[in-house]
């Protein structure tokens, strides 16, 4: 995968700039936490590479997630392949999955915690729940890189951390909006602090600790 | 569990009808039980005497029958004059083919309900006027056609200004009904039908009794499509004339009713529709 | 502010129904209109389920037309709705549903006949149209988000189904489980003009006075709808669609020529077919828009502006029948309720025409049969709304009760909701209006019917084209008002 690049990019909000104009690159491998005060602009920041970088296989993991209330867990899941099949497929899934669909994403929901939900509407899940299978949608769907808003905001400690790990080993080149500027050092290598539309803090992880980002918020 | 169901919803499939069947129908003048016992008579009649399979459709009004004529649905059917005419002005090439002895000197009963206060004449009255009124069907010829044609005549009106209400029955039966119960004081009515409900004792002939009767005119006939021999064999429709005109059981004739059946041309119908043009309901 | 409104506009709709009023005729002309109900309701009770031969045919009849044409318009409806955006498509939806069944099935008779198809298609076009606008709506109210999410390279179908319409689902089923009992009503109708199903053996049981025959179908057919929810179930529903096809019966078979001179010859006004050129079709228009369209258009929307106030007094007087702040939770208040409950499903499942037609016989023909049929129908639907919707409102615990309780606590509150239930009834209200005619009272379909019946078809499909810009003229108005009173409520989807 070559590196990735927004060129001046900018976000309005009605007859208000919310964004920009800012530029940006990515290397293959890196994993991007950004910081900010909520409402500073990172989820427009995550729709403009989305909308920039969609036909270079980025896969967009929502902050109101996407799910399809009325579909099972498998089936929103699932909708993450719909890609890589004919619509016949597709549509004979939804009568009934095929074996080997389920032989692989039910490991998926079994690490997430959700190995028993597979039949379950999403419409019936806990917001929590709810947000595990989103990030299972997005792995499932794969791709070179990972745009992601708050993954893991409704997870608790322990859970926060499964889900952080699977995204990052299924996506070694990741944006992700973050608000635990804990976990945002410990599972990206990359920093970048928005302020006022623009990107004020551009440093490795590795050179951070949250009193650095503290003037953020 | 399922199978059962199946199995009667299977059964319950009607079979595809048969290719070259001789349909026909009749305007829907009366009770349909009546009807259904009169032509399911005749349809029997007619397979035994053209050796073809023969098919009585029912209809829900005297349209109906005509666009069944014109549609080639039906090949032959009893019409009332009017609706005769309606189907050969349609159907270029089809004949009239018979007529009951009855038909060719045919009138209409005006009937009234006690409550006119109208007493049996030999001329319209001037006491009708105001009254409520019903014809029998739209298309009907004795009970529509002929009695509006005499009203007009009689009063230089339409109807709807001679009459306090002017309503359409749909069929003999019901103008007998509606007028025995009183929903219409007077009604114009099909003599033939009258005579049929009067002697099935259908009627209280102390509440409603016949008030005028109208001057003669043509009416019903059997008629039959143009291309009748090209799909059932060369002199099919003489053949289904004869049937018609050797037709003598008493028990069959009874139920129409009519005394026999006599030969009727296209002509014969001439004055209906001079007169259905008169009354803007022919084009 | 917009109270006031509401009741402005309220007693602007009685003012007018009443002027209405003065110019209907609404007299009682039978002679014992009571004991003919007598002999009626005896039949009901004493239904006489052996006089009917075809009873079972009858049945079997009635629910294949009503699969078949449901089916068949649900799959166009659906098409339709996704290419709902383009003007032509809309517009198209619009006049095809403001055309009744019944006219519908009349224009069909004349060239497929008396065969299955005409009453198929006189179901599923009106019904493509009307599915073909709610199923828009529907979808256009799902989460646009989980599309916003899907791969790239999805393809369409697989977009569509996962995304759009899997959110849509539970509320098409609903709509159209719905839809299905509307269209066993309009089955049933159909057979008032010659279709084979229960409204054909209704029509000559009437017709020869055979109440016991009459009881017996009017029950069954209750028994259908009121049992519905048992016997259609998602998992049989293929196996109805399915075998359906194979019940409509033979009919006559249709000869294909037919259709083409229906549409080259039959439909073409008389002067051009007859050469006469324009000269001879401005008189010729003028003619049937004089005598027949005007007076049908008068009588059609005055029995519309009162069956319509009528239909809401009877709702807002009705709706505490089935509204648990009236009749009580426990004990003996369920049994009121469910009583209420059984009012209010026999009213609304007997469709319009039959009931006119009943009270036809009883009364004689007037203005009174169409207004109190109408009335009785949409009012009983109305309410149960109404009801259903009151019942989602909760009370503090020391309200008032009795009339003071419906008076100021209930009505108020279920004011606008009612308002704007009815506005959409409007339009369906004036639908129904026009097709009584074809029973002898003089709205637009009356002088339909009359064409149909002197063979003109030329003129006939003038006045049903006439009927149809009329009632989307009622249906925009009825919008615009709902606006105006700021009455958003997306409950349009209850309509037959």
Redesign the interface.
Known sequence: MQSLALQDAVADYGATRVLGPLSLTIDPGERIALVGKSGVGKSSLLSVMYAQW??R?A????Q????????SVF?NVY?????????WY??AT?LRPFHRDRQTIQPLLERLGLGDKARSPCGELSGGQRQRVAAA?AIH?G?GILLADEPVSALDGPQAEVVMQMLVDAFPTAVLAMHDLDLALRYCNRVLGIHDGGIVIDQPSDRLTTNDLMPLY | MLRPVVMTLAMLVTPLAVADTFVFTAIPDEDETRLQERFQKVADYLEDELDVEVRFVPVKSYAAAVTAFRNNQVQLAWFGGLSGVQAREQVPGSQALAQGVEDARFVTYFIAHESAGLEPSDSLSDNMRDLTFTFGAKGSTSGRLMPEYFLREHFGEAPEDIFARVGFSDNHSRTVSLVASGAYQLGAVNYTAWENEVEAGNVDTDTVQVVWESPQYPDYQWTIRGDADERFGEGFTDRVRQALLDMDDPELLESFPREGFIPASNDDYTIIREIGQELDLID | MSRSASLRVSLGFIALAMVCLAFGDFEISTHDPWQELGRIFLGLIAPDFAAVDFLGEAILRTLAFAFVGVGLGAAGGFLLALLFRHLWVRTFCAVVRAIHELFWALIFLQFFGLHPLTGVLAIAIPYAGIFAKVYAEILDESDPQPAHTLPRGTDHVSGLVYTRLAQAWPHVVSYTAYRLECGLRSSAVLGFVGMPTLGFYLESAFAQGAYGSVGALLILFYLLIGTLRWWVRPRLLPLYLIAAPFLLGTGLPIVWSNVSRFFTQDIVPAPLRNGEGLEGLIPWLGNLLVNQALPGIWNTLLLTQIALVLTGILAMALFPLISHHFTGRHGTGRLKGMLGHIVLVVMRSTPELLLAFILLQLWGPSMLPAVAALALHNGGIIAHLVGQRSNQITLRQDAPRGIDRYAYEVAPRVYGPFLALLFYRWEIIMRETAILGILGITTLGFYVDSAIQEIRFDRAMVLILITALLNIGVDILARRLRNYLRLRHSINRQSC
Request: proline share 6%; glycine share 12%.
């Open positions: 969609r036909d296989e896969t967009l993991l929502p109101d997630l996407g799910l399809v209330p009325t579909l089936h909708m993450g392949g719909l890609a890589r099949h004919r619509a597709n549509l939804l949608r769907q791709g």
